[in-house]
Structures are given as structure tokens and as C-alpha cells.
């Protein structure tokens, strides 16, 4: 199985109350997430900000990126996903300025155009930012779907859905054949912690 010959991805968070655990799902023809898991995640909540290492199974034997923090505190928070040799493969950085209504990213892979990755709606993004600010109820993933647009020369390229209302469940896809797909992944798992849960 060739990764970077995936366009549709799925992430799925499985719950645990100290450690961030995903698991990544190639697409099965339908839509949905098939049996063949090709990548995982788990890591201690503490240190998830700082440093990700995405294996290529739940056995954790071997490596297939790394995601690591630019600045310990950043608010305009930039990563570098390196190869486990630390070799480059790209990066992304929260665009702080157009955050505050849409939270805005620019996703970054050398000799590629930077792509920007932007909450499809407005109105959502307003209502999730409330509800974090509810208590005890903002704890729980927020009810409604959201959705980021990837956007390359004003024309939407790829995106990450999340596919279930009360699950961090996501589609991760692109049309775009050169974007690395451990970038998607790395994205796609940065989108879920990075918004405030």
C-alpha cells in the first residue's frame, strides 16, 4: 500500500482520560473507515502540545512522522512535521488574526504552493467558541459538525470533515497528488486537539 496514493483518510479519537490515542483508517471505497489501520497515535495530554509522533501502527514499533512545537509558547502556534530521520516535510501555523471569528491555518510543504485551512462556516465556528465557554457542558465535544476547507488560488483542494456529531471522528481528503500525506494526517489530528478540547 502506497500512502501517498490515499485521498480520503479517516482519523478517529478513541476516549481516554489521560493520553490522546488516534487511529488512522484508509478510506473503504464507501465513505466510510475500512479495516485497514495505517497510522496511530498516543500520547500523554501534558506533552501533547509540544511534541507528536504518529506511528504506523498500535504496536508503536516504527515511526512514520513527527509533529513538533516551533515555540513551547506560541500563540500564533506553528509545527514542523519532520520524517523520524528529521528530515522536513512541511509545517502549518494558526493565522491568529483571522482566528478570532474562523480558525485559519497555512499549511506548508516545500516547493508546493501554501495552502489555507479555514472553518467552511462561519456560524459554527461562533457557536463552537461558545460553548467552550459554557461549564461543565463545554467539556464534551461540541454537539455539531465542523468542517475546515484546505484552499489553494481561491479553490478548495481538500478539507477535514468531522463525520459524527458526539465522536471526534474525521475525513482528512485532498485532491492534491504532491501534498504529503503524513501532512494530511498531522493536520488532521492538530485540527482536533488544537481547538480547544
Given at each position: 500500500?502506497?500512502?501517498?496514493?490515499?485521498?480520503?483518510?479517516?482519523?478517529?479519537?478513541?476516549?481516554?482520560?489521560?493520553?490522546?490515542?488516534?487511529?488512522?483508517?484508509?478510506?473503504?471505497?464507501?465513505?466510510?473507515?475500512?479495516?485497514?489501520?495505517?497510522?496511530?497515535?498516543?500520547?500523554?495530554?501534558?506533552?501533547?502540545?509540544?511534541?507528536?509522533?504518529?506511528?504506523?501502527?498500535?504496536?508503536?514499533?516504527?515511526?512514520?512522522?513527527?509533529?513538533?512545537?516551533?515555540?513551547?509558547i506560541?500563540?500564533?502556534?506553528?509545527?514542523?512535521?519532520?520524517?523520524?530521520?528529521?528530515?522536513?516535510i512541511?509545517?502549518?501555523?494558526?493565522?491568529?488574526?483571522?482566528?478570532?471569528?474562523?480558525t485559519?491555518?497555512?499549511?506548508?510543504?516545500?516547493?508546493?504552493?501554501?495552502?489555507?485551512?479555514?472553518?467552511?462556516?462561519?456560524?459554527?465556528?461562533?457557536?463552537?467558541?461558545?460553548?467552550?465557554?459554557?461549564?461543565?457542558?463545554?467539556?464534551?465535544?461540541?454537539?455539531?459538525?465542523?468542517?475546515?476547507?484546505?484552499?489553494r488560488?481561491?479553490?478548495?483542494?481538500?478539507?477535514?470533515?468531522?463525520?459524527?456529531?458526539?465522536?471526534?471522528?474525521?475525513?482528512?481528503?485532498?485532491?492534491?497528488?504532491?501534498?504529503d500525506?503524513?501532512?494530511?494526517?498531522?493536520?488532521?489530528?492538530?485540527?482536533?486537539?488544537?481547538?480547544?478540547?
Amino acid at each position: 500500500m502506497d500512502l501517498q496514493e490515499q485521498d480520503r483518510l479517516h482519523i478517529h479519537q478513541k476516549l481516554s482520560l489521560s493520553f490522546r490515542r488516534y487511529q488512522v483508517f484508509l478510506d473503504d471505497g464507501a465513505g466510510k473507515a475500512g479495516d485497514s489501520q495505517i497510522a496511530f497515535i498516543e500520547q500523554d495530554k501534558s506533552s501533547f502540545k509540544d511534541k507528536v509522533v504518529i506511528y504506523t501502527g498500535e504496536d508503536k514499533s516504527q515511526v512514520l512522522a513527527e509533529v513538533k512545537a516551533r515555540k513551547l509558547i506560541d500563540l500564533a502556534a506553528g509545527f514542523d512535521v519532520v520524517t523520524p530521520d528529521g528530515d522536513p516535510i512541511g509545517g502549518f501555523k494558526k493565522d491568529v488574526g483571522k482566528s478570532v471569528i474562523r480558525t485559519t491555518w497555512t499549511l506548508e510543504q516545500e516547493g508546493e504552493p501554501p495552502i489555507t485551512v479555514i472553518e467552511r462556516s462561519k456560524a459554527i465556528a461562533i457557536s463552537r467558541r461558545l460553548w467552550t465557554f459554557l461549564p461543565v457542558v463545554g467539556e464534551f465535544p461540541f454537539p455539531m459538525r465542523f468542517h475546515f476547507d484546505f484552499v489553494r488560488d481561491e479553490k478548495v483542494v481538500g478539507g477535514v470533515d468531522k463525520t459524527y456529531r458526539l465522536s471526534d471522528n474525521y475525513l482528512a481528503w485532498t485532491d492534491q497528488p504532491k501534498l504529503d500525506r503524513r501532512l494530511l494526517i498531522a493536520i488532521g489530528v492538530a485540527l482536533d486537539f488544537r481547538q480547544g478540547r
